[in-house]
T-cell receptor, first 114, second 109 residues
Framework: EAGVTQFPSHSVIEKGQTVTLRCDPI?????LYWYRRVMGKEIKFLLH????????ESGMPNNRFLAERTGGTYSTLKVQPAELEDSGVYFC????????????FGQGTRLTVV | RKEVEQDPGPFNVPEGATVAFNCTYS??????FFWYRQDCRKEPKLLMS???SGNEDGRFTAQLNRASQYISLLIRDSKLSDSATYLC??????????FGKGTLLTVNP
């Protein structure tokens, strides 16, 4: 069974540019989450989808971040315009509905804004 | 105060040593507790859930004290392959994981 896959693995962009991160969850997992780790800090929750619906987006830093999950399959996280403090590792995770807390993580996208 | 606090580390131990990780959480409404393991530049992976009665998985033992809001992880007979960052994680609901900063363990030959 394929795990959670994220693309790209690395991205270096200039301040003010736009970047879109993609996450493909494990097939059949209705729950999809985005987390972020900035340097020197703990991993923090950004938002949670159940199928295509946003269940909780309380962790999204500001309105420069937009997450979508059209059709309830893969998800994208767009940062527009990117700022220096957006640099970090963005993790996607997914889980089945019947075992919500057993979340499987993707390898992350390392975003560097210069 | 951070919601989940861990020993800052790093820990450097020889093979075969016993090492203990400590973690405290601030929200008494926390419901579920876990230890995750993260290898360098890799994703976090669930190591084990933590139950009030304590639980063991081979060389790993996890304990939870709800009254003290304290979680621990004990690794016995440590192996080189145990080298990683150990993350204490709690949830209040069934999905929103709250992570500690992690403690880096290096097991030396």
């Amino acid at each position: 069974e394929a795990g959670v896959t994220q693309f790209p693995s690395h991205s270096v962009i200039e301040k003010g540019q736009t970047v879109t991160l993609r996450c493909d969850p494990i097939s059949g997992h209705d729950n999809l989450y985005w987390y972020r780790r900035v340097m020197g800090k703990e991993i923090k929750f950004l938002l949670h989808f159940v199928k295509e619906s946003k269940q909780d987006e309380s962790g999204m830093p500001n309105n420069r971040f937009l997450a979508e999950r059209t059709g309830g399959t893969y998800s994208t996280l767009k940062v527009q315009p990117a700022e220096l403090e957006d640099s970090g590792v963005y993790f996607c995770a997914s889980s089945r509905t019947d075992r919500d807390t057993e979340a499987f993580f993707g390898q992350g996208t390392r975003l560097t804004v210069v | 105060r951070k919601e989940v606090e861990q020993d800052p580390g790093p820990f450097n131990v020889p093979e075969g040593a016993t090492v203990a990780f400590n973690c405290t959480y601030s929200n008494s409404a926390s419901q579920s507790f876990f230890w995750y393991r993260q290898d360098c530049r890799k994703e976090p992976k669930l190591l084990m859930s933590v139950y009030s009665s304590g639980n063991e998985d081979g060389r790993f033992t996890a304990q939870l004290n709800r009254a003290s809001q304290y979680i621990s992880l004990l690794i016995r007979d440590s192996k080189l392959s145990d080298s990683a960052t150990y993350l204490c994680v709690v949830t209040r609901s069934n999905y929103k994981l709250t992570f500690g900063k992690g403690t880096l363990l290096t097991v030396n030959p």
